[in-house]
């Protein structure tokens, strides 16, 4: 599948030149830095990266859910509208209604006071303006939908259920008004492996069955990679790879990426020894000139310490984009694996 670019209308999400800047004890530091990420409709497009590489300040930074510190600049174009300079009433309407939202920690988001069909209800009060009883016969609706059944689960308060079944609550939540995106932060990550792809596969039946993107955060590969249509690869704040799942896996084009893959469990290969990234992702106020990951490449040169790669297309497919200079060699190594 080739990558959506700016010239191809169908994105229901484009966001590009995302930066966002917080201000701190050592200055204004930006944490995300001149993101372009466009996800097709339907589709699931991941954002992958270290842990601090800005994956939920993106995520956020879309919906206008980061603290008064953060200046965000760039543009987010849902249906003709730029969400960042959108009527905070206006943005509100979209916000778990057309754009929904779920998080790794369900337990911040459900309200531990409300039984869990009633907050199902709530949302669509709001947002639908239905009353008390429809409201909550389409809780249970979408109870059912996640796969939770019974008056029980309906009338049960959230600290009666295990950790999967408040994930399943806090999903049926986000899709109750049939969003159109939904922004998925690293929903699995809290949750055991079996647990983890019961919900993988539960947000995939659902994309399909209301034709619903979502924009998944993860820094699981294995998972992403039976997941994903397309994937971004952030690092320090910045995107450096973005490809088609099956490209990215098959062939990585940058060398974090394809240290990254390297340093994943591949349960298809008991006892090999994981090539470990040496170093750490550099603090946001001390990002290195030129490459960010200059210091932890194996490739790097004089020019990578001096000269940021740009983002730039690989190949005539439009297959893939990757910000490094030496994109090409980087691919030789797989293409002669082949
Ligand atoms: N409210 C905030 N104020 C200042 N810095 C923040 C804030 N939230 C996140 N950051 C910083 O932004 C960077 C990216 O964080 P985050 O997006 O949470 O990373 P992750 O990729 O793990 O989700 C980190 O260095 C983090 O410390
Ligand atoms: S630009 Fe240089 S330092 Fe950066 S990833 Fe490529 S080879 Fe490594
Ligand atoms: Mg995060």
Avoid: W
Wanted: with cysteine; aromatic share 4%.
């Amino acid at each position: 599948m080739a990558l959506l670019d700016a010239d191809t209308p169908s994105a229901v999400l484009d966001i590009s030149g995302l930066t966002v800047r917080f201000d701190g004890r050592r200055g204004r530091v930006a944490v995300v830095r001149d993101v372009d990420v466009r996800v097709a409709p339907a589709s699931v497009h991941a954002l992958v990266g270290e842990s601090g590489a800005g994956k939920s300040v993106t995520a956020r930074a879309i919906l206008g859910l980061l603290p008064a510190t953060a200046t965000v600049s760039g543009r987010v174009i849902y249906h003709d509208a730029d969400l960042l300079s959108l009527a905070p009433h206006r943005l509100r309407s979209i916000r778990g209604k057309r754009i929904a939202m779920v998080f790794q920690q369900p337990d911040k988001h459900l309200n531990p006071s409300l039984r869990v069909g009633a907050q199902i209800a709530e949302v669509l009060r709001y947002h639908v303006g239905i009353g008390r009883q429809q409201a909550l016969s389409q809780a249970r609706e979408l109870l059912d939908l996640v796969e939770l059944h019974g008056r029980d689960v309906l009338r049960a308060f959230p600290h009666e259920l295990s950790g999967g079944m408040k994930q399943r609550v806090a999903i049926a939540s986000a899709i109750a008004c049939h969003p159109e995106v939904l922004i998925a932060d690293e929903p699995t990550t809290a949750l055991d492996a079996t647990i983890q792809s019961q919900i993988v596969t539960l947000l995939d039946r659902l994309r399909r069955e209301l034709r619903m993107a979502i924009l998944f955060i993860s820094h699981d590969l294995p998972l992403v990679r039976g997941f994903a249509d397309e994937v971004s690869v952030l690092y320090a704040g910045r995107v450096v790879e973005q490809a088609s799942s099956a490209a990215l896996f098959s062939c990585s084009h940058h060398p974090y990426t394809d240290r990254l893959i390297a340093a994943t469990p591949d349960p298809t290969r008991r006892g090999q020894r994981l090539a470990a990234i040496p170093g750490t992702v550099p603090d946001p106020d001390a990002v290195p000139p030129g490459c960010a990951f200059a210091p932890r490449c194996p490739l790097a040169v004089e020019r990578c310490r001096s000269e940021l790669p740009a983002l730039r297309r690989i190949g005539v497919a439009d297959e893939r984009r990757s910000a490094c200079h030496f994109a090409e060699q980087v691919a030789e190594g797989c293409l002669a694996d082949e």
